[in-house]
């Protein structure tokens, strides 16, 4: 009976052993296999043996990791400080490599986002982190995908999402544009006089050569002043009438 009742429990042992062997893998998830702690191969997807006690299995997930950078204290170039965080686009594209290179593959791609985000952005002045932030956000994907490429990681995009400036800041690009305005706005009107002083030249030389049309200029000047409610007209004289 004793005898009976052992063979019965290895048999359930046994099937349970086999039964936990077994292991299902997603489509985007990878297992990295190691064989009495070292390295096999990387099985998946679908369902793979893995053998108990001899082999240990770690599981790896393939999709795209959107990981956010918080705030980075970053002084540019021209010495002002902005807070400026990102957003991060990453995945995994060789499991063996995130699982035998670094030891957390999230927290060290999190942590050399943050420094890679204050040294890049610290090269450029305050005006190209705020308009030119497509060239910035391409040069910090760029930086990190060489960096990550050893870890068995491909860096996909990186979006600079806010830069935060203080008051004192805010109100100083606030004067600069306003002056940048006025600056504008009397350059136009240094060009429109001098091209109304061209077409006035033109018009004297025209009117040099007919003495008549000057005559009906100022008949023409006199119907227009005399339409407008005014008490005094003003006519240089004299007038040739001929």
Do not use: C
């Amino acid at each position: 009976m004793e005898f009976v009742v052992s063979a019965t429990s290895i048999a359930v042992m046994g099937a349970l052993l086999v039964i936990s062997s077994f292991r299902v893998l997603r489509e985007y998830e990878r297992g990295v296999v190691f064989m009495l702690g070292r390295f096999w191969k990387v099985k998946g997807p679908g369902l793979i043996l893995v053998l108990p006690l001899v082999q240990q299995m770690v599981r790896v997930d393939l999709r795209t990791v959107v990981l956010e950078v918080p705030p980075q204290d970053v002084i540019s170039r021209d010495n002002v400080s902005v807070k400026v965080s990102a957003v991060l686009y990453f995945r995994v594209v060789d499991a063996q490599f995130a699982i035998i290179q670094v030891a957390n593959f999230l927290n060290a791609t999190s942590q050399l986002s943050q420094t890679t985000l204050r040294s890049a952005l610290g090269k450029h002045e305050l005006d190209e982190i705020l308009a030119e932030r497509e060239r910035l956000n391409a040069e910090i994907q760029q930086v990190l995908d060489s960096q990550t490429e050893g870890w068995g990681i491909k860096v996909s995009n990186v979006e600079i999402k806010h830069v935060d400036l203080n008051e004192n800041m805010i109100r100083a690009i606030a004067r600069q544009a306003e002056a940048e305005r006025e600056r504008r706005a009397k350059v136009i009107h240094a060009e429109g006089e001098m091209q109304a002083s061209t077409k006035l030249l033109e018009a004297a030389q025209m009117l040099a050569k007919a003495p008549e049309a000057m005559q009906l200029r100022y008949l023409q000047t006199l119907t227009q002043i005399t339409g407008e409610k005014s008490s005094t007209i003003v006519f240089p004289l004299p007038v040739d009438m001929r």
